[in-house]
């Protein structure tokens, strides 16, 4: 068990800054993910973290100690790769106890070692096999045990799951969480799927641009992103963002878009000089007979909900409804935001303004 | 555009390229067929006489041979050139001996030596490398006949003329730079992320190598084996220099059985023969490897 | 940090430690020995040919005495009447070996890639000349160019083309050629399949672009295929060019050189001058002449080639 720190982390590729003075506290048991798009810097973070490059400038700690001079196995890590990379001339059991002969370990200590691993994993059935005879997802249970098998301070996980199909996604996830669990080591985790993000960590660090936009619970960057773009890249679909202006008439205060305005509570209005977005997810936005008069344009049925796209001169906003929708498009209906859904951004750059009481 | 600027549709249907009647097409495929059969067949024939008729040759006695037209009769098919070749003195089997001595080493050095540092330059981020490959380039254009006059001089000094060490270590300098080029496209080849996996699991770097790498690149390792092999055996220039009795390599037994029995044709062209049945097994045996490695490794470069 | 490398390059690097400097100091390590061999053994002789060119030296019982003759060596170049004939007898010979074992490479190549080409047996009958050891090469088409009772002599009489047995190698010019023969049908085959590779790299898409737009076959070989294989071609001929020069097996076997000088190519001079005659000197003279001449066909090669490919590259 470990924490993990970095400090000012920096990496260079010639003039390009894939990670630029990245600051980021792991705490011991913790499991966390990094989550942003591809090219954001979250694999080179982990390959740094790993030892399996060098920092430009910048520490990484494990328990208090500068590691940056250190082997990855001289870091006690263990890293599950995106594409598996099981030895294709192996055996599963082989693969799974390939670092345990490389410490010269006594034949019956990594036998039965492996089997433990293979038996928590279940793959016991396949001990006998090459990697080439396996489905995606045995594979990939393959590489996680080769991890589990070190009994590392940090498990590192790079997109491991990007290759397997949707159904078996979710369940790795699972099982992920129930091995996290039941193991409770520090967990750094790469992916660009949100959902993944949200469903298995801790914390999520969303990265861009090399540079960390936000640390938090899920909780917090759904509820609460720290910019537009955390905002846009956390929950699907995507956040609504509006592009208006405030209007302040008979003591209330009124957000305009277009032909529509909606009213926003004063507990909600941040103090700001300029221009401001106004952002809000599907579930806040209501559909009925109160609010501003909208045309309904596409429904997406998806079983327990339906999307429903509203137009109106001057935006467009898509709400969700539970259940399957009646609604069709061209109809008329009306539109309102939920109070506690509505969240502010500056138009010229990208953070959020919360409210003056907040 | 107007449509009228277009001419008028009728004009530009006679345009058009009348098409082909179904007739005319199939006498031109016919005759396309034709031609690359005919290719083929030349081609083949082409290829294969000399080696046939060299073959034919080799099981003829002398009389068979010199008469006018060659007496081609199957009784005639005799094994006493080989025989001849074989035995006495003046035989090949020295020859033979010695070539597999230098042959097989020098492979093995090569592929040893060779396929460390083209480890090195495919992985291990040699500072360098680019010139390090142009080098290598550049061994292969020499003519040894620069290189082989200082080299019979420092190994006359050395005492080392006629020696299987001195051989070996010149077939090196220009089998090694090969060895190393293709290798190196193979081990590039191999996923980067098995030899991290091996990393982070605590292999060192020549663990990597010995118990990940090469078990992976067997087939390309082997071919590259018996290229090396190749080019050693049949090496001639080098060898007739640098050599005088007791490492007489085959090529070297071959040439003298041509040159001093300049009559006996039957013997001559049965040692050729002999002497080359090794290496044309091997070619043909790992034929796959070595269409596939060097001939696109060749392109690549 | 603006620079990765810094004051302590490039030794700060190897002294890093952790995974990337373990790394850099075993690749110095691995490739030491391979640099060493390959300096050694060429890269002395080289240096040391130079050398020895500017003397003039004698073997004498296994001693080599030599004596600073400064350029005398190469200032008799010109003058010997030997160097006048290989210098023409190996441009001849590299260039028509050249062009012959290329169009005709081709040619086979484009035969094999044809749907009826495929089966694999043409493809190991390719591979029997190139694994031939050049001496066996030679033997066999000594045999078969012999004057009395040798094949070719025999076919061409019965088929009629010659009324007369012909003594392939007694004719100066008639024997170069014949080792030209000899030595083309050697090199086609690794051309061919070099070229074959080249080929099959070639997009099947241009083909069948080429037959919507109307193509013959001639047009679609001059405007698809040729410029695709240009880099192909180009490593063909250098390499081919490369190889003709160096052919000593065929000379040695078969004529030695004559008659009269007639199949003398450079470097048979040079092995001549220095291993028959003794005179390392001159010889070391001759053979650094070779060596510039192919370095500089190399660079012409390189000239002429690499605009294209780099225009192209820049507007594919």
Redesign the interface.
């Known amino acids: 068990m470990a924490d993990v720190e970095l400090i000012k982390v920096t990496k260079r590729y010639g003039s390009v800054a894939a990670c630029s003075e990245v600051d980021f506290h792991i705490n011991d048991g913790e499991f966390v993910t990094l989550l942003g798009p591809s090219g954001c810097g979250k694999t080179t973070a982990l390959n740094l973290i790993a030892g399996l490059d060098e920092v430009t400038s910048g520490q990484i700690l494990m328990d208090g100690e500068v590691v940056n001079e250190l082997t990855p196995f001289e870091r006690d890590v263990a890293m599950v790769f995106q594409n598996y990379a099981l030895y294709p001339h192996m055996t599963v059991a082989d693969n799974i106890g390939f670092t345990l002969k490389l410490r010269k370990r006594p034949k019956d200590e990594v036998r039965k070692r492996v089997a433990d691993v293979a038996e928590m994993l279940e793959l016991t059935q396949l001990l006998g096999r090459r990697p080439r005879e396996l489905s995606g997802g045995q594979q990939q249970r393959v590489a996680l045990g080769r991890a589990v098998i070190r009994e590392p301070r940090v498990f590192l996980f790079d997109e491991p799951f990007s290759n397997l199909d949707a159904a078996l996604r979710v369940r790795m996830r699972v099982e992920i969480k129930e091995l996290h669990q039941q193991l409770k080591i520090t967990s750094l985790f790469v992916t660009h799927d949100q959902e993944e993000a949200l469903s298995i960590s801790d914390r999520i660090a969303i990265m861009r641009d090399g540079r960390i936009e936000q640390v938090g619970t899920s909780e917090e960057v759904y509820a609460h992103p720290a910019s537009r773009y955390v905002a846009r890249f956390i929950g699907s679909p995507p956040m609504d963002i509006l592009q208006g202006t405030l209007e302040r008439e008979a003591g209330r205060v009124w957000y305009r878009v277009g032909t529509a305005r909606f009213e926003i509570p004063e507990s909600v209005v941040p103090t700001y000089d300029g221009a401001l977005d106004l952002g809000v997810r599907p579930e806040h936005i209501l559909l009925g007979a109160a609010g501003q008069p909208v045309t309904a344009t596409v429904t997406q049925p998806l079983g327990p909900m339906t999307y429903v796209t509203v137009d109106w001169e001057g935006g467009r906003l898509t709400s969700r409804v539970p259940g399957i929708s009646n609604m069709k498009p061209g109809e008329v209906t009306h539109v309102s935001l939920a109070p506690e859904g509505i969240l502010f951004f500056e138009r010229a750059g990208d953070r959020r303004i919360a409210a003056a009481t907040a | 555009m107007s449509a009228s600027s277009l001419a008028p549709v009728a004009a530009r249907k006679a345009s058009r390229p009348a098409p082909r009647s179904a007739a005319n097409r199939r006498a031109r495929r016919f005759v396309s067929r034709g031609v690359v059969v005919a290719g083929l067949v030349i081609f083949t024939i082409w290829t294969l006489a000399p080696i046939l008729w060299a073959v034919i040759s080799s099981f003829l006695p002398q009389t068979a041979l010199t008469s006018t037209p060659p007496d081609l009769s199957p009784t005639n098919l005799t094994l006493d050139n080989f025989q001849a070749v074989l035995a006495g003195d003046r035989s090949l089997v020295r020859g033979l001996i010695n070539s597999s001595i230098i042959a097989v080493s020098t492979s093995a050095v090569a592929l040893t030596l060779g396929s460390l540092a083209a480890y090195a330059l495919a992985r291990l981020h040699v500072p360098g490398s680019n010139k390090i490959l142009l080098m290598i380039l550049a061994t292969q254009m020499f003519p040894g006949i620069v290189v082989v006059i200082p080299l019979f001089i420092v190994i006359s000094r050395l005492g080392l003329i006629d020696t299987y060490i001195a051989l070996i270590v010149v077939y090196l300098s220009f089998i090694l730079p090969i060895v190393v080029w293709i290798l190196k496209g193979f081990f590039e080849a191999v996923p980067v992320e098995l030899e991290r996996a091996a990393a982070v699991d605590g292999a060192s770097v020549l663990q990597t190598f010995r118990l990940i790498v090469l078990p992976i690149s067997l087939p390309p390792l082997f071919a590259t084996g018996v290229f090396a092999f190749i080019e050693s055996w049949n090496e001639f220039f080098f060898a007739v220099i640098l050599t005088r009795i007791n490492v007489k390599t085959a090529p070297i037994a071959i040439a003298e059985f041509s040159g001093q029995y300049t009559t006996l044709y039957g013997q001559m062209v049965a040692a050729a023969v002999l002497a080359s049945i090794p290496v044309i097994v091997l070619a043909v045996v790992f034929r796959q490897y070595i269409l596939k490695g060097f001939v696109e490794g060749a392109v690549k470069g | ?1 603006s620079r ?1 490398h810094g004051a302590t390059w ?1 030794f700060g690097r190897l002294r ?5 400097g ?3 100091r ?6 030491l ?3 060493v ?2 300096f ?3 890269g ?3 240096v ?2 130079i050398v ?1 060119s500017l003397q003039h ?1 004698e ?1 004498g019982g ?1 001693k ?1 005495s030599g004596t600073w003759v400064g350029l005398a060596n190469y200032l008799n170049i010109p003058s010997d009447p030997a160097f006048g004939t290989a210098l023409s007898n190996s441009i001849y010979f590299t260039a028509i070996e050249v062009i012959v074992v290329v169009s005709l490479g081709l ?2 190549a484009m ?1 094999l890639n ?1 749907p ?2 495929r089966s694999a047996f ?15 090469n ?7 160019y ?1 004057a ?2 040798g ?1 070719l002599n ?1 076919v061409l009489h ?1 088929l009629g083309i010659i009324n007369q047995y012909v003594v392939w190698l007694g004719d100066p010019r008639l024997a170069l050629n014949s080792l030209l023969v000899a030595d083309i ?1 050697k090199s ?2 690794f051309i061919a ?2 070229l ?3 080929l099959q ?1 070639v997009p099947p898409i241009l083909y069948r672009a080429a037959r919507l737009d ?1 193509a013959s ?1 001639w047009q679609t070989f001059r405007f698809v295929t040729l410029p695709q294989m240009r ?2 071609i180009l ?1 063909c001929v250098v ?1 081919q060019s ?1 190889w003709a ?2 052919v ?2 065929l000379i ?2 078969l004529t030695k050189g004559g008659p009269a000088d007639g199949t003398v190519l450079l ?1 048979f001079l ?2 001549r001058e ?2 028959d005659f003794g005179d ?1 000197g001159y ?2 003279a ?3 002449v ?2 510039v001449m ?2 500089v066909l ?1 660079l012409i090669y390189l000239r002429v080639f690499r605009p294209t490919s780099g225009a192209r590259q820049a507007g594919a």
Request: hydrophobic share 60%; glycine share 6%.
């Open positions: 940090m990765q490039p890093a430690s952790g995974y990337l373990r790394q850099r075993m690749g110095i390590l691995l490739i020995p391979a640099l061999v390959m050694a053994v060429l002395y002789p080289i040391s040919s020895l030296v073997p296994g080599f040619a086979v035969l044809h009826l080409g043409f493809r190991v009958i390719l591979l029997i000349p190139w694994a031939l050891a050049p001496v066996a030679a033997v066999i088409w000594k045999w078969i012999n009395n009772y094949i025999y019965d049908w086609i085959p399949l070099l074959l590779a080249g790299n109307g076959a880099t192909t490593i390499l490369i020069l160096k000593f097996d040695y076997v470097n040079s092995y220095t291993f390392f010889g070391a001759l053979a650094d070779l060596f192919m370095f190399a």
